[in-house]
Nanobody, 113 residues
């Protein structure tokens, strides 16, 4: 069974950093594109990072230069390295394999002074 488990969220001050993890099981992440999304209640889900199976990554303007998506093939784990965090980054973050409807529980990121 495909399973995604996000972790690594927490409370940080503006300008701080966090590294989110997404442990995958049931498939090998190196063979697929993978993505991070975030969603705040009352707002649409937003794609924040995408990595293709070949390693190419894409980011929206809101996070470009601050967020970095990566994969550890040995651990079958997806990461989102977040730096220079803004209060507007506060929400729940989810990982996903594009083209699927499998989602984990998400991990909460709170950026507050």
């Amino acid at each position: 069974q495909v399973q995604l488990v996000e972790s690594g969220g927490g409370l940080v001050q503006p300008g701080g950093s966090l590294r989110l993890s997404c442990e995958a099981s049931g498939f090998t992440v190196s063979g697929y594109a993978m993505a991070w999304h975030r969603q705040t209640p009352g707002k649409e889900r937003e794609l924040v990072a995408l990595i293709a199976s070949g390693g190419h990554s894409n980011y929206p303007d809101s996070v470009r230069g601050r967020f970095t998506i990566s994969v550890d093939n040995a651990k079958n784990t997806l990461y989102l390295q977040m730096a220079n965090l803004h209060p507007d980054d506060t929400t729940v973050y989810y990982c996903n394999r594009p083209g699927s409807d499998n989602w984990g529980k998400g991990t909460q990121v709170t950026v507050s002074s």
